[in-house]
C-alpha cells in the first residue's frame, strides 16, 4: 500500500503533458497531493506548493512520486541526488516508470539502509490468462485516441463520477501508471507480456450485472506507430459496447512522432469500428471528448459545437464541462 500523502517530483519535466502522472494525481486526488518538487530547468507546474524535501516532511508527506511521464519510461540521472536524499529523510518512493525503481541499486541500497520501501506501480502483480474472446455480462466503455495523452483517462473518470452520481452501477478500470496512482489498483497494461494483454482487459473488466458499465481507461491510439499495440489489446480485451473517441485540437503531429499527421475524428471513427466490431458487433461510437485545456471559453465552445454538427455526436470536455451528456448516450 502507498502510504499519502505524497510530494509530486516534477523533475526537469519540459512541459505539463510530461509530467501527466502528477497531473492526474493534483486533479483527481487533490487531497493527496500536499506539494510539488521541481529542479532547474522545469518547465511544468501543478500550482501546488514549490517544496524541499524538509518543507513537505514538516507538512506529514509519506511518498515521493515520481509524477514524470516521459518517453521510454526512464529515471534520469540528474533526478538520482533527490530520490536517494528524500529516502534517507524518511520518505518512500513510488514511480510508474518502465525503469523501475528495484532495478537502481543506489536507490535500493538507499531505501534499505534507511528502511524504506520502494514502489514500481508499472510491474504486472497478476499471472493473466490468454484472452478467450468469450462475451461477458455488463456494459464497457472505452475511450480511444487521435493521439497519446489526449485526455482518455479523464473521459472515462469522468464519466465514472458522473454515474455515481446518478447511483448508476459503475467502476473506472485503470490500465496505466496515472489512473493505478490515482485509484489504487488496475492492470499496467503496457507492461504486461504482449500475448496477455488483451488476456488481461479480460480479466479486468469481468462478467458483471447487466446495468453495470466499466469505464476503460484508454491507452496510445491506433495512428501512434509507438504505441498502437496497446491499444488494439484494450479494444479487442475490453469488448466495448461503447467508443468515446477523444481528441486534442491544438496538436500539429502526433507526440513524439513529428513526421506523423493526427488523424481526422473521422478517421478515428472510421477505423476503430470495424476492428472493435471484431470482438463486439453491436459496438457503437457514442460520444466525443475534447481536452480544450489550450483554448479560451469561446474558443472552445465554438469547437465543440463544430465538432458536433460534423460528426452528429454529443462532443463536449467533460473535465472542463461535465461528462452528463457522454452518460446521457451511452446505450441502455
Not at 528502511?115 to 455488463?138: C, E, M, N, Q, S
Not at 466503455?141 to 473521459?155: F, H, N, Q
Request: glycine share 10%; aromatic share 4%; proline share 6%.
Amino acid at each position: 500500500m502507498i502510504e499519502t500523502p505524497y510530494l509530486l517530483f516534477l523533475g526537469d519535466a519540459p512541459d505539463r503533458l510530461a509530467a501527466k502522472v502528477a497531473q492526474g494525481i493534483r486533479d483527481w486526488r487533490p487531497d493527496n497531493a500536499v506539494g510539488q518538487f521541481r529542479l532547474p530547468g522545469c518547465n511544468a507546474d501543478m500550482g501546488l506548493p514549490d517544496m524541499t524535501l524538509e518543507e513537505a516532511k514538516s507538512a506529514g508527506v509519506k511518498t515521493l512520486v515520481i509524477g514524470v511521464a516521459n518517453r521510454g519510461g526512464v529515471i534520469a540521472e540528474s533526478w538520482k541526488a533527490v530520490l536517494k536524499d528524500a529516502l534517507a529523510q524518511g520518505f518512500d518512493v513510488a514511480s510508474g516508470l518502465h525503469n523501475l525503481l528495484r532495478d537502481e541499486p543506489e536507490l535500493v541500497a538507499a531505501a534499505k539502509e534507511h528502511g524504506r520501501a520502494l514502489h514500481d506501480v508499472r510491474v504486472p502483480t497478476v499471472r493473466y490468462p490468454i484472452a478467450d474472446g468469450k462475451k461477458r455480462g455488463g456494459k464497457r466503455c472505452l475511450a480511444v485516441g487521435t493521439d497519446c495523452s489526449v485526455g482518455k483517462m479523464y473521459t472515462a473518470l469522468a464519466m465514472d463520477m458522473e454515474m455515481k452520481k446518478r447511483g448508476l452501477k459503475s467502476s473506472f478500470r485503470a490500465t496505466g501508471q496515472t489512473g493505478i496512482l490515482v485509484t489504487g489498483e488496475g492492470v499496467p497494461l503496457d507492461a504486461v507480456i504482449a500475448d496477455f494483454m488483451a488476456g488481461a482487459v479480460e480479466w479486468l473488466t469481468p462478467d458483471n450485472e447487466l446495468d453495470h458499465w466499466d469505464h476503460i481507461e484508454g491507452q496510445g491510439s491506433l495512428f501512434h506507430v509507438s504505441y498502437s499495440g496497446v491499444t488494439m489489446a484494450l479494444i479487442h480485451g475490453g469488448q466495448p459496447d461503447a467508443l468515446i473517441l477523444c481528441h486534442e485540437p491544438t496538436r500539429t503531429h502526433m507526440r513524439g512522432l513529428p513526421d506523423y499527421d493526427l488523424p481526422t475524428l473521422e478517421q478515428l471513427r472510421d477505423t476503430v469500428l470495424p476492428l472493435a466490431r471484431i470482438a463486439n458487433p453491436a459496438v457503437q461510437v457514442t460520444g466525443i471528448s475534447v481536452n480544450t485545456a489550450a483554448l479560451g471559453d469561446d474558443e472552445a465552445e465554438l469547437l465543440l459545437r463544430e465538432i458536433e454538427d460534423r460528426m452528429g455526436l454529443p462532443t463536449v470536455d467533460p473535465y472542463r464541462h461535465g461528462a452528463e451528456r457522454l452518460v446521457d448516450a451511452l446505450p441502455a
